[in-house]
T-cell receptor
Framework: GQNIDQPTEMTATEGAIVQINCTYQ??????LFWYQQHAGEAPTFLSY????GLEEKGRFSSFLSRSKGYSYLLLKELQMKDSASYLC???????????FGPGTRLSVLP | GAVVSQHPSWVICKSGTSVKIECRSL??????MFWYRQFPKQSLMLMAT?????????EQGVEKDKFLINHASLTLSTLTVTSAHPEDSSFYIC???????????????FGPGTRLTVL
């Protein structure tokens, strides 16, 4: 089966650093994706990991450990506009659909 | 690049009517498009996978006759909600894969979504 787990909600302060965790158990693995979704809008692509390690993109970094079935998204220098839901998605096989986690709603407070 | 559009962005209809939602890849050809449904404060639930020129593959629990999917070209897929009822009210999002993407960069590009309200 496919199971992806994320914390439901998180709160952080503007300027701080926050780490959103994602654990997964899937029948196969061919990549893990992070998306940001503001309320009422479509998800936008943030990052992609297929090999173990850290991928950095500006204020956002994503880490993957395939042996542990674990990933995290790290957001630095938080801004108010970062308040959104963050979705972790796993692709079991290349070319196949993604399985999305429940999403983590992040609230950034002043 | 990699822009996906959806039309309409929102629609209100009466119970029992049918609604068609279009998903277009504007600057790339999409071999595969996906249709998702998202209820408030919930994650995306895949409804079906649409491949150009072939029948869509529906996820378990999704009625094929109620949610008709047509993928007539490499840039257009349509979802028709037939005989819509209030419980079909939701946010419908499509995504597309770029046929040029290589294995390591393959991702899905999402449309802006269509909010359907059935009265």
């Amino acid at each position: 089966g496919q199971n992806i787990d994320q914390p439901t909600e998180m709160t952080a302060t503007e300027g701080a650093i926050v780490q959103i965790n994602c654990t997964y158990q899937t029948s196969g693995f061919n990549g893990l994706f992070w998306y940001q979704q503001h309320a009422g809008e479509a998800p936008t692509f943030l990052s992609y990991n297929v090999l173990d390690g850290l991928e950095e993109k500006g204020r956002f970094s994503s880490f993957l450990s395939r042996s542990k079935g674990y990933s995290y998204l790290l957001l630095k220098e938080l801004q108010m506009k970062d308040s959104a839901s963050y979705l972790c998605a796993v692709r079991a096989l290349y070319g196949q659909n993604f399985v999305f986690g429940p999403g983590t709603r992040l609230s950034v407070l002043p | 690049g990699a822009v996906v559009s959806q039309h309409p962005s929102w629609v209100i209809c009466k119970s029992g009517t049918s609604v068609k939602i279009e998903c277009r890849s504007l600057d790339f050809q999409a071999t595969t498009m996906f249709w998702y449904r998202q209820f408030p404060k919930q994650s995306l639930m895949l409804m079906a996978t649409s491949n150009e020129g072939s029948k869509a593959t529906y996820e378990q629990g999704v009625e094929k006759d109620k949610f008709l999917i047509n993928h007539a070209s490499l840039t257009l897929s349509t979802l028709t909600v037939t005989s819509a009822h209030p419980e079909d009210s939701s946010f419908y999002i499509c995504s597309a894969r770029d046929r040029r993407d290589r294995v390591w960069t393959d991702t899905q590009y999402f449309g802006p979504g269509t909010r359907l309200t059935v009265l």
